[in-house]
C-alpha cells in the first residue's frame, strides 16, 4: 500500500560530493588549511624579520665603530690597524668561495683597492660591483639585498675619514635555508593534520548524520505504505535532531491518523451510499410497479385501485421520511450551530411519554423525573431524541412491553434513561446499534433513528450508550451537561 502523491526517497546511500558529509568535511579542512597557511607565514614572516634585524645589527655595528674611528685608508695599511682588520673584519673570511662575511674597501667610483697589499679576491670584486654607488649605500642606514654569486647576502657601507668607502656585507644563506626548512615542515606537518581532520570530521559527521538517514529511510517506508514506521532515537542526539526526530515522528502519527480517518470516512460513505440507494430502491420499485399496473388497466376494480393508491402514498411517505432522516444526518454531519437556551428536560420527557400512551394506549409506561430539570440544549433536538428513542420501542418491542423513563441530576450532569423490557439485543448486534442502516435481525425501519440519535447528543457535547442482554430489553442512557455548566 503506497500513500497517494508520495515517491519513495532513494537518495539515502548516495554519497558523493555533493552530499552533506563531504560539504561539512571540505569545509572544516578548508578553513583548517587557511588558518595554517596565515598561521605559517605569520611564523615564517617574523622568523625571517628577526633573523635580518639581528644580521642588520651587526653590520650596523661594524659600520659604526669604523665610522666612530675616523680611521683612513693609509692607517688602514698600518701595522696595527691591518691586525685590527685582520683579526676584525676578515679574518680568513674572504678565502672561502662564498664567506659569510665580505669586507671590501671601494674609492668613490667603486674601484677596490688593495689593503696592506692583499690583492682584492673575487669575492670582494663581485661585492663591489654588486654594490653599486658606494657614496649612496653609506648615505643609507639600511644594509640592502644583495646576491653575490648566487647566494643572498645584507650589505652596507662607511665612508672613512679620506673619502675612501668600506663595504661590508653579510650572507643571509642560513637564514633562507631555515625558512626553507620550517616551511617544508609546517606543509608536512599541516598536510597530516589536515588529513587526520578530514577523517575525524568525516567519522563524526557520519555518526551525527545518522538520525537523518534513519529519518529518509523512515519516510521512504511510509511512502511505500508502512504508516506504523517511526524515526528511532539515536544513541548520543543532539539537541537541534532529537527536536527534528520528535517533531517528524509527531507528525507520521498525525499522518497516520489522517490516513486511517479518511479511510474509514471513504469505507462508511461508500457504504453509506448503498444502503441509501438500496433503502430508497425499495419504495421507488414499489410506486414503479403499482404505476405500470394502473397505466395497463390491469387494476379495474375500484377497491384494487385505492388500495394501489394507498400503497403508493405510503411508500411516497416512506421515501419522504428517509429523506427527512438523511437530511438530518447530512446536517449533523456538518457541525451545524444549534440554537442553544435553557430547555425543561422533565416537560420534554413527560409529553414524550404521553405522545406514547397515546399512540399505544395498552402499554405501561412510567417516568421517573422529580422537579425540573434544566440543560442548555437546542428544544427540537431533544425532542428528536426522545422521538426517536420511543420509536425505537414502538417498533422492536410488543406493544404490552412496559417502558420506564427516568431522568436525574448527577455532578452537574443530567441523565436520561429509556429502558424497556423487551426481547433486546446480542452483543454484536448492541456493537452496532448507532451505525446507519443497521437494523438488528433486518427489522422494520431505516435503520437511522439511533444513529440521529448518537448525532444530536454529540452535538450538544453529551453521551449516549446502551446496555442490553437478549430477552432482558434494551437500555438506552443519555448524558448531557446541566444548564450551570453550559
Known sequence: MRLPGLRPARMCGKRGIHSLRAKLTLANVGLVALGVAVTTAVSLMGMRHYVLDQVDAELAKSRDALRSARLTMRQIDGLSALAVVRDRLLPHSNESPNPDTVFAAVDRRGTVLTVAGMEPTGVQRVLADEAGDPASLAADSQPHDITLRGDPYRVTGVELADGTYVLLARSTGALHKGVAKALKLDLAFGTLLLLLLAVL??????????????????????????????????????????????????????????????????????RFVADASHELRTPLSAIRGYLQLLDKGMLREHSERVRAWRRMNDEADRMQRLVDELLCLARLDQQPELRFRNVDLSRLVRDAAEDLRAQQPGRPVSVAADGALLVRADESGLRQVLGNLLGNVRTHTPADAPVRLGLERDDGLVRLCVRDEGPGLAE????????????????????????????????HGGEVSVRTEPGKGLAVTVTLPSASNG
Open 428 to 459: 454484536e448486534d448492541a456493537a452496532r446499534i448507532f451505525d446507519r442502516f443497521f437494523r438488528a435481525g433486518g427489522g422494520a425501519g431505516s435503520g437511522l433513528g439511533m444513529a440521529i440519535v448518537h448525532g444530536v447528543v454529540t452535538a
Open 201 to 270: 570530521t568525516m567519522i563524526s559527521v557520519s555518526r551525527r548524520m545518522r538520525p537523518l538517514e534513519d529519518m529518509v529511510e523512515t519516510s521512504s517506508a511510509i511512502a511505500e505504505g508502512d504508516l506504523t514506521r517511526r524515526v528511532p532515537s539515536s544513541h548520543h542526539p543532539t539537541q537541534e535532531v532529537e527536536q527534528l526526530r520528535l517533531a517528524l515522528n509527531s507528525m507520521l502519527h498525525q499522518v497516520e491518523s489522517a490516513y486511517h480517518t479518511r479511510e474509514r470516512s471513504a469505507e462508511q460513505l461508500r
